[in-house]
């Protein structure tokens, strides 16, 4: 199994292409956005940890390692197609549309945080593992019926594959063949339990054979091969030739959350190693030193430019208020059921007698 799903490169480590047949397609300008976006989300990323640690936002969810993976696949995006993140996914959000500022409202607890921004269906993170498997299938089957071209990209965990919601969603998607790319990130964790802890099988892409669909294993912080393996797969969608798996290989460098010590359960000396030999960004830099369009003055641009986008989204955030927690009660149903209503009103009397 391990064979028949090998792990698909187009850069190779060294930032060189092992796959010359998509060198035509890798343009100077899609390479430069690539960069921006991988710097801009790192930037972003490093900046909320900081944040969190200062108390000047909750609980955080860091990406850094996992940049390629979520923003190549964002790229392969067209306007009307839809994005069903996890609490992990920002990066890819914020690279499809969603701005730093409703980023960071996010992670401060507003509600502001969740609305998708305007003309783009970016569905809000899920937070409940896998749940928003079956929905994208849904959305994607709501695509087909009205004939529309849009497709449905839907990103998991490897944790998510352990749950019910994942063999359902694929179940669903490829009985109804619906226009859907199923997208993992398997940063080989779920929070502390390693991948080899939580199923038997060698790889997740395998995992496709049973619903009879394509099932890919790409390098993912090649982002070359996410980028083009995730846009063939929406063109398959698009083109009614229904669902796909993409498992990408990842690694993420950090904590679970700002709540969360790697160093219970793993060797730090793994990520350090990773960073020095598999890290997405540095893979692009080698690439484009060795093509010819590296600019260090560019490249210092970019950082700059990047820096002060993110002060400024960091100011925008800070004039507003704190996390209002009556909020939390009003936005789950249009209506509330009695047993919101009913906690609620718990939660108001417990907070009159704390003033009083
Ligand atoms: C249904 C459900 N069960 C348990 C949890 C607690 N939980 C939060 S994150 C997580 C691990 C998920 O791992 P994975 O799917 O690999 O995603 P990653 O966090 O690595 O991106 C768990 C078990 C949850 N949020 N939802
Ligand atoms: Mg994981």
């Given at each position: 199994m391990e064979r028949q799903f090998s792990i698909r490169q187009i850069m190779d480590e060294q930032g060189?292409?092992?796959?010359?047949?998509?060198r035509e397609q890798i343009t100077e300008e899609l390479v430069m956005a690539m960069y921006r976006h991988l710097v801009r989300t790192r930037t972003f990323d490093r900046k909320c940890v900081s944040l969190q640690r200062q108390g000047r936002i909750g609980t955080y969810v860091p990406f850094e390692g996992q940049e390629a993976c979520q923003v190549g696949s964002a790229l392969a995006l067209e306007d009307g197609d839809w994005m069903f993140p996890t609490y992990r996914d920002h990066g890819a959000m914020m690279t499809f549309g969603r701005t730093l500022t409703q980023t960071l409202l996010y992670w401060k607890g507003r509600t502001e945080g969740c609305i998708p921004p305007q003309g783009k269906k970016i569905v809000p993170p899920y937070v409940?593992?896998?749940?928003?498997l079956p929905q994208a299938a849904g959305a994607a089957y709501a695509e087909k019926r009205k004939g529309t071209k849009n497709a449905v990209i839907v990103y998991f965990g490897d944790g998510a594959t352990s749950e019910g919601d994942f063999h359902e969603g694929l179940n669903f998607a490829s009985v109804f063949n619906v226009p859907v790319v199923f997208f993992n990130q398997n940063n080989q964790y779920a929070i502390s339990v390693p991948i080899t802890r939580q199923m038997?099988?060698?790889?997740?892409?395998?995992?496709?054979l049973a619903y009879d669909i394509p099932g890919i294993r790409i390098d993912g912080n090649d982002i070359f091969a996410v980028y083009f393996h995730t846009k063939q797969a929406l063109e398959r969608a698009r083109n009614g030739e229904g669902p796909t798996l993409i498992e990408a290989v990842t690694w993420r460098y950090g904590a679970h959350t700002t709540s969360d010590d790697p160093s219970k359960y793993r060797d730090q000396e793994e990520s350090k190693r990773r960073r020095e030999t598999t890290d997405p960004i540095m893979r692009l830099e080698r690439f484009m030193q060795q093509e010819g369009f590296w600019d260090e003055n560019w490249a210092i641009d970019i950082q700059e430019g990047v820096n002060a986008e993110v002060e400024q989204a960091v100011a925008e955030m800070e004039r507003y208020p704190s996390a209002n927690p009556e909020d939390m009660f009003d936005y789950v149903f249009a209506e509330p059921t009695w047993t919101i209503a009913e906690q609620k009103q718990a939660y108001m009397e417990w907070k009159r007698g704390m003033e009083g």
């Open positions: 060189r292409i092992v796959e010359p047949e998509y409940p593992i896998a749940t928003q038997k099988s060698k790889t997740i892409a395998q995992k496709a």
